[in-house]
């Protein structure tokens, strides 16, 4: 909303420009520069997109200098300790906590959409085995578009509808079978009278000569990992599912497009390089040296699972994991863990060396949760297939929003141009 007492004037040259300033219901002002190229002729310049609100959103708040994180104005540690991951899908979607019957509809839906069309099996008999899990949720997720025809209109509001519970239904089956395929084990199907998170644990963990004896423990863990990475505002690949749905995309490609996005060792992957990097540490003695790469300016290597581009004081998230970690652990009597013993002597360390208190450089949800993946039988290049089922249902919370938005415009960012200038075109004879 305008901020009628507010506006920001902009000197440009000898013109003087007024902004309007927008006001969110909470968190800082917004300077509403729509206008600007229009009225001054001039650009921004904002790479990485630090100090930009790239939409307008109901979904999620972050205040990274409190350490908060609201998804529909609950704080996630509520949601981590009494909710269910089915229930925050319900809530990031729809914007209110569900009564039971609208909770037991919508598990119901989620729950009878999670087979696959069969043909998609000899899809992933495409790939190598040797495939990482996501380079397999990429081909896959992007050709839902050629098996769902009747859910890719997106003008639609009873396809987009359907098109969301496919999704959150369908995703744990990909991962799982990606997972499957990658160690040459069969196919395990969903089952429909357990819950989400233990479903999904069996079709990882199933085979035919034996089946899985669900633990809850495990399985509440399992859920706590998806709730605690289920959204996260505009960060890189939910800006990234927008920014591909904004052109009108069908929500299949557009998933697949944040999928890929998530991959990257900044953002989803770094769950992965997390524990690979506190294995490579092996011991607690190692870690002064580490500490040191990390601050050496020349050296490229980062404590990964640590720092964030929102959080300056803690990442909420983190705590819920750590305990997590703990009860997991405990509960499978693994009480030596190496990279455990690491991870928390490592961020001892950190949080008391200078630099980092500095910077602002805290562990961030990927620090812990490889531990718990790791505990419970996955292996590394799972971690960030299990993130992207997670994630889900924030990109189609977020894609929904935006579908929905009066003012979608396709999404075209300019440029600070320093190429050449105009030049002629040289024969090749003359060069
Ligand atoms: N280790 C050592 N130094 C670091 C680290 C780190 N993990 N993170 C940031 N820094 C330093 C940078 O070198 C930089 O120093 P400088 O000011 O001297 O140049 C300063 O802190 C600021 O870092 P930026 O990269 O500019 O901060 P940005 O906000 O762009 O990056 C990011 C955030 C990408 C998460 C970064 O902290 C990082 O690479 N962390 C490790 C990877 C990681 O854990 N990613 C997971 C993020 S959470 C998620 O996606 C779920």
Same mark, same amino acid.
């Given at each position: 909303?305008?901020?009628?007492?507010? #506006?920001?004037?902009?000197?440009?040259?000898?013109?003087?420009?007024?902004?309007?300033?927008?006001?969110?219901?909470?968190?800082?002002?917004?300077?509403?520069?729509?206008?600007?190229?229009?009225?001054?002729?001039?650009?921004?310049?904002?790479?990485?997109?630090?100090? #930009?609100?790239?939409?307008?959103?109901?979904?999620?708040?972050?205040?990274?200098?409190?350490?908060?994180?609201? &998804?529909?104005?609950?704080?996630?540690?509520?949601?981590?300790?009494?909710? &269910?991951?089915?229930?925050?899908?319900?809530?990031?979607?729809?914007?209110?906590l569900?009564?039971?019957?609208?909770?037991?509809?919508?598990v119901?839906?989620? #729950?009878?959409?999670?087979?696959?069309?069969?043909?998609?099996?000899?899809?992933?008999?495409?790939?190598?085995?040797?495939?990482?899990?996501?380079?397999?949720?990429v081909?896959?997720?992007?050709?839902?578009?050629?098996?769902?025809?009747?859910?890719?209109?997106?003008?639609?509001?009873?396809?987009?509808?359907?098109?969301t519970?496919?999704?959150?239904?369908?995703?744990?089956?990909?991962?799982?079978?990606?997972?499957?395929?990658?160690i040459?084990?069969?196919?395990?199907?969903?089952?429909?009278?357990? *819950?989400?998170?233990?479903?999904?644990?069996?079709?990882?963990?199933?085979?035919?000569?034996?089946?899985?004896?669900?633990?809850?423990?495990?399985?509440?863990?399992?859920?706590?990992?998806?709730?605690?990475?289920a959204?996260h505002?505009?960060?890189?690949?939910?800006?990234?599912?927008?920014?591909?749905?904004?052109?009108?995309?069908?929500? !299949?490609?557009?998933?697949?497009?944040?999928?890929?996005?998530?991959?990257?060792?900044?953002?989803?992957?770094?769950?992965?390089?997390?524990?690979?990097?506190?294995?490579?540490?092996?011991?607690? *003695?190692?870690?002064?040296?580490?500490?040191?790469?990390?601050?050496?300016?020349?050296?490229?290597?980062?404590?990964?699972?640590?720092?964030?581009?929102?959080?300056?004081?803690?990442?909420?998230?983190?705590?819920?994991?750590?305990?997590?970690?703990?009860?997991?652990?405990?509960?499978?009597?693994?009480?030596?863990?190496?990279?455990?013993?690491?991870?928390?002597?490592?961020?001892?360390?950190?949080?008391?060396?200078?630099?980092?208190?500095?910077?602002?450089?805290?562990?961030?949800?990927d620090?812990?949760?490889?531990?718990?993946?790791?505990?419970?039988?996955?292996? #590394?290049?799972?971690?960030?297939?299990? !993130?992207?089922?997670?994630?889900?249902v924030?990109?189609?919370?977020?894609?929904?929003?935006?579908?929905?938005?009066?003012?979608?415009?396709?999404?075209?960012?300019?440029?600070?141009?320093?190429?050449e200038?105009?030049?002629?075109?040289?024969?090749?004879?003359?060069?």
């Amino acid at each position: 909303m305008t901020n009628r007492d507010k #506006t920001a004037k902009l000197i440009v040259g000898k013109k003087e420009i007024d902004l309007p300033v927008l006001s969110p219901s909470t968190g800082p002002d917004v300077i509403d520069i729509r206008r600007l190229y229009t009225d001054a002729g001039v650009f921004t310049y904002d790479p990485g997109f630090t100090s #930009t609100a790239s939409t307008e959103s109901e979904i999620t708040y972050i205040n990274g200098g409190k350490g908060e994180l609201l &998804h529909r104005g609950y704080p996630i540690d509520q949601l981590a300790e009494n909710s &269910h991951y089915l229930e925050v899908c319900f809530l990031l979607l729809y914007g209110h906590l569900p009564n039971s019957s609208e909770l037991d509809d919508f598990v119901n839906s989620v #729950t009878i959409h999670t087979m696959l069309h069969e043909q998609m099996q000899f899809l992933f008999r495409g790939f190598r085995r040797d495939a990482h899990p996501m380079a397999i949720m990429v081909g896959v997720v992007g050709a839902l578009s050629a098996f769902y025809h009747d859910s890719i209109d997106i003008n639609d509001s009873w396809q987009r509808q359907v098109a969301t519970i496919r999704m959150i239904a369908k995703m744990p089956t990909i991962a799982a079978m990606a997972f499957k395929y990658t160690i040459g084990q069969p196919f395990v199907y969903p089952r429909n009278d357990i *819950d989400y998170a233990s479903n999904f644990l069996r079709m990882c963990f199933a085979v035919p000569a034996e089946d899985y004896k669900e633990n809850p423990v495990l399985s509440r863990a399992m859920d706590r990992i998806f709730i605690l990475h289920a959204d996260h505002e505009q960060n890189a690949s939910t800006s990234t599912v927008r920014l591909a749905s904004s052109s009108g995309a069908n929500p !299949f490609a557009c998933i697949a497009a944040g999928i890929a996005c998530l991959w990257g060792p900044a953002h989803g992957g770094a769950n992965q390089a997390c524990l690979e990097m506190l294995k490579k540490i092996g011991s607690v *003695d190692k870690i002064p040296g580490y500490i040191k790469r990390a601050k050496d300016p020349g050296d490229p290597f980062r404590l990964m699972g640590f720092g964030h581009r929102v959080y300056k004081n803690f990442d909420p998230r983190a705590a819920v994991m750590k305990k997590s970690a703990d009860e997991v652990l405990d509960l499978l009597g693994i009480d030596n863990n190496p990279a455990l013993q690491v991870a928390k002597e490592l961020e001892k360390q950190a949080l008391e060396d200078d630099y980092f208190i500095e910077k602002k450089l805290f562990p961030n949800v990927d620090f812990y949760s490889g531990i718990i993946l790791e505990a419970m039988g996955f292996p #590394t290049s799972m971690f960030t297939p299990i !993130f992207a089922v997670s994630r889900t249902v924030g990109w189609i919370s977020q894609w929904k929003e935006m579908i929905q938005d009066p003012h979608l415009k396709i999404g075209r960012p300019r440029q600070l141009y320093k190429g050449e200038t105009h030049r002629d075109y040289i024969d090749i004879n003359q060069r």
